[in-house]
């Protein structure tokens, strides 16, 4: 689980900056043209916030501490790969085929790697320590809102979805988008049921990142935003939200130290459970 969790890091930090710091460029130096620099920056956000967590997770010693990202990237690679089949005409060059070909080939990959994490014997013991009930309702909430919204830009066609959001979305564009917002909500979901505060950290950092950068974005890419609706604003108001939830949790983290790096590395290809 190391290798693919340190692989996946690699793959989301290059995609992420490929299409945050060259949103203006897609044609040239991404898998797929994307009109709109905005739909872009927030995908590049989304792949950015994705590379904090699972590097975070990567580096811990027990797969109890680790398996917070796994339903996230689970989800996140199924709905690209459902995208991506449906829209196979947008992909282009060597990078359009190098995408295709992950996104065909990672979802079974990761499946096979998690049943062989989860036939490893051992226990997933709690820390003991319980998240901060406000904490935890705000997660539930954030959760909730940004599952509902990423299905429905998902589910949606372009013309739904272009009146729905805040800024021109093609399909395959509505499609990742969407397939963000529930991997982001998948996250803060699984952490408040978790309600473990060591799972806090890597959560924490990568909804500092998410927020931050899709509110850059949006100041970067104002001009390409219809703020004459509420929809916009909405989703100020919610990166907001998750800048400010991730900075308390870090935090907090900070505060108990658990930021304090893991000495030691699991069996490859998974990760060592915790003494039974």
Request: aromatic residues 12%; contains cysteine.
């Amino acid at each position: 689980m190391h290798v693919l969790l340190y692989v996946l890091t690699a793959l989301t930090f290059f995609a992420g900056t490929q299409l945050f710091v060259l949103s203006e460029h897609t044609d040239q130096f991404f898998s797929w043209t994307i009109a709109n620099p905005m739909s872009a920056a927030f995908i590049g956000a989304g792949f950015w916030g994705a590379t904090v967590v699972v590097f975070w997770c990567a580096r811990q010693r027990e797969w109890t501490r680790g398996r917070v990202v796994i339903p996230t990237v689970a989800v996140v690679a199924t709905m690209l790969m459902v995208a991506t089949l449906q829209n196979l005409e947008a992909f282009h060059g060597v990078l359009g085929l190098a995408w295709i070909e992950v996104y065909s080939i990672f979802p079974p990959i990761l499946a096979a790697v998690t049943i062989m994490q989860l036939v490893v014997p051992g226990s997933d013991p709690h820390s003991g320590d319980r998240l901060p009930a406000g904490l935890r309702v705000t997660l539930a909430a954030q959760g909730v809102v940004a599952i509902a919204a990423g299905v429905l830009l998902f589910a949606s066609s372009p013309s739904l979805a272009e009146d729905l959001w805040a800024w021109t979305l093609t399909d395959l564009t509505s499609k990742a988008v969407g397939t963000w917002l529930v991997g982001t909500g998948v996250t803060c979901a699984v952490v408040a049921l978790l309600d473990d505060r060591a799972a806090v950290p890597g959560w924490a950092l990568a909804q500092m990142t998410l927020g931050a950068a899709v509110l850059f974005g949006l100041a970067r890419f104002a001009d390409d935003v219809d703020f004459d609706g509420a929809t916009a604003y909405l989703i100020v108001a919610y990166f907001a939200s998750t800048l400010a939830s991730g900075a308390y949790g870090a935090a907090l983290s900070w505060r108990e130290g658990r930021f304090a790096p893991t000495q030691g590395a699991g069996g490859i290809p998974v990760e060592t459970r915790a003494p039974v």
